[in-house]
């Protein structure tokens, strides 16, 4: 990583980004080059991959926002793309600004696991990932004196690799930002932010809020939820908030937990127990908007003690092990994943309820499917940020990101009540996932990232 200066080579920039297009092929015919030096020509297309050309404002890609989604991208591309290929990370924040301070721990897919190996990032989060080895689900109001098991997946998690394991968060922030600094190839502007941009059919430049400027071919926007670079494309969402808090801590616990993940369906909403590391849990707990703010202001023995209501007895006593924390939850899907050299990854494009602990997972998916179109193109001398790899990145993600989005938000609906009805329906519609045969181990492949139109790289392929 580079903390970035000014100026470079303007005109070999330029010749280097005229030499691929027609106004080459043009300029080729005027001066009679003989065709057979077109292939030439249009190689030079490629040679911002070559040393001693490069400038230090001017990147193949820049990528507005260094969260999960952001650093991920950064990282693969330095690995995968041609050599001499250029990235600029822009965020708001200083780097691991934010690491300390997130309390969430990730359930994170086979898939992206597979993601993270493939960039040599796994053993660094290995030691503290801990698998998750089983799934149970219960279904009750919440003074019910016990939480029968209602649905489970056991056998289905005894073959082959874990679908899920759990990272803490902030390990995930600080391994990431480790990777990025010792990655030549990535220059980090931080703090900092994208002020505007304008694109013509050769890049894009970009204002950034510090004054300075940078051009690239393609600009990702990994910016979040509340994406100013969507926004300053024109790109709308549809979608709305949910009328629920998600608050997350950790706890400790006397007895192990074996790795067995619990979601218990609530009325105000799903509470999850995720296994971490030693006799600890990570707790995702959805609770109804004023009721999730007045526990957030409790004092810790009140925390404490709603926590101990929804959380039942089976792994011994429990106390409190990491702070509170808690997040607005959404909806959200854009209208348009990319833009005029302009491409949506992670929550700028998509945001899910965590009940399934899905958001980051299909943020991967982003990241794994724009890597793969951007290093196939970058390889063939192709225009990376050019309407036709965009394009296919749309197909590829946005349908799947969608059909996500409105899974978690069914699911949210049907148990997130005390409707007698709809929790006869659900009862009906988990006991068909218990005998219906096959179709438990497929939820697990699809909670695993393993089922549809999966990049390579969450198949652990280097591409
Ligand atoms: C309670 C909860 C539990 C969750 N559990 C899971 C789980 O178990 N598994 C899972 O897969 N997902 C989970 N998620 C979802 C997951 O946390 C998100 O999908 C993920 O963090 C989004 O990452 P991102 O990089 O897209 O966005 P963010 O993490 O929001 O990163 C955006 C980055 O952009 C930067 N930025 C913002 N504006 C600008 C700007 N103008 N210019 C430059 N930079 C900017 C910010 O500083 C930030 O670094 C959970 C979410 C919640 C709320």
């Known amino acids: 990583m580079t903390f970035r200066g000014q100026d470079g080579s303007r005109a070999l920039y330029q010749f280097r980004r005229l030499s691929g297009t027609r106004f080459a092929q043009k300029a080729a015919a005027r001066l009679a080059l003989p065709w057979v030096a077109l292939p030439q020509v249009a190689l030079l297309a490629t040679l911002p991959y070559r040393e001693g050309m490069q400038s230090d404002r001017r990147y193949d890609v820049a990528i507005a926002g260094g969260g999960f989604a952001g650093r991920t991208l950064a990282l693969a591309l330095a690995w995968l793309a041609p050599k001499g290929f250029r990235i600029a990370l822009i965020d708001a924040e200083a780097p691991q600004a934010e690491a300390p301070r997130d309390a969430r721990a990730l359930a994170l897919s086979a898939a992206s696991k ?27 109001p919440l003074n019910a004196v016990l939480r029968p098991y209602f649905l489970g997946f056991d056998d289905e998690f005894k073959t ?5 394991y759990m990272v803490e968060a902030g390990d995930l922030a600080r391994v990431l930002a480790a990777a990025v600094a010792d990655e ?6 931080a703090p900092n932010t994208v002020a505007d941009y304008s694109s013509d059919g050769f890049g894009i430049a970009l204002r950034l809020g510090s004054g300075g400027a940078i051009e690239a071919r393609l600009l990702v926007a990994a910016d979040g939820k509340r994406s100013r670079l969507r926004e300053r494309a024109g790109i709308k969402c549809v979608g709305w908030s949910y009328p629920q808090l998600g608050i997350v801590t950790t706890v400790a616990h006397a007895k192990p937990h074996h790795g067995r993940a619990v979601q218990h369906f609530l009325p105000a909403g799903p509470f999850a127990i995720l296994p971490l590391k030693g006799n600890r849990s990570s707790i995702v707990w959805t609770e109804s908007a004023a009721q999730g703010e007045t526990i957030m202001a409790a004092s810790e023995a009140d925390f404490a003690a709603e ?4 959380f039942g007895h089976r792994l011994g006593e429990i106390t409190l092990a990491g702070p509170r924390q808690s997040f607005p939850l959404d909806l ?11 491409a949506l990854v992670g929550e700028a494009a998509h945001v899910v309820h965590p009940l399934a602990g899905q ?6 998916r982003d990241v794994a499917a724009l890597t793969e179109i951007i290093v196939e193109s970058a390889r063939l001398g192709l ?13 590829w993600r946005r349908f799947d990101s969608a059909f996500s989005a409105v899974v978690m938000d069914g699911l949210n609906r049907l148990f997130s009540n005390d409707s007698t009805p709809l929790r006869a329906l659900r009862d009906l519609g988990l006991g068909l996932v218990e005998r219906v045969p096959g179709l438990k181990r497929f939820l697990v492949r699809e909670a695993a990232g393993a089922t549809g139109n999966v990049p390579r790289l969450l198949r652990g392929e280097r591409l």
């Open 114 to 140: 597979s993601l993270l190996a493939v960039l040599e990032l796994w053993p660094a989060l290995a030691s503290n990932a801990q698998a998750i080895e089983s799934i149970e689900i219960t279904d009750s």
């Open 160 to 164: 082959g690799e874990p679908g899920a």
């Open 184 to 189: 030549k190839a990535i220059d980090v502007y």
């Open 307 to 310: 926590l101990g209501k929804r």
């Open 332 to 342: 959200q899907i854009a209208r348009a994943f990319v833009a005029d050299r302009l």
């Open 359 to 364: 958001g980051l997972n299909i943020g991967m």
């Open 383 to 395: 225009d990376i940020g050019a309407a036709p790899s965009l394009e296919r990145y749309e197909r």
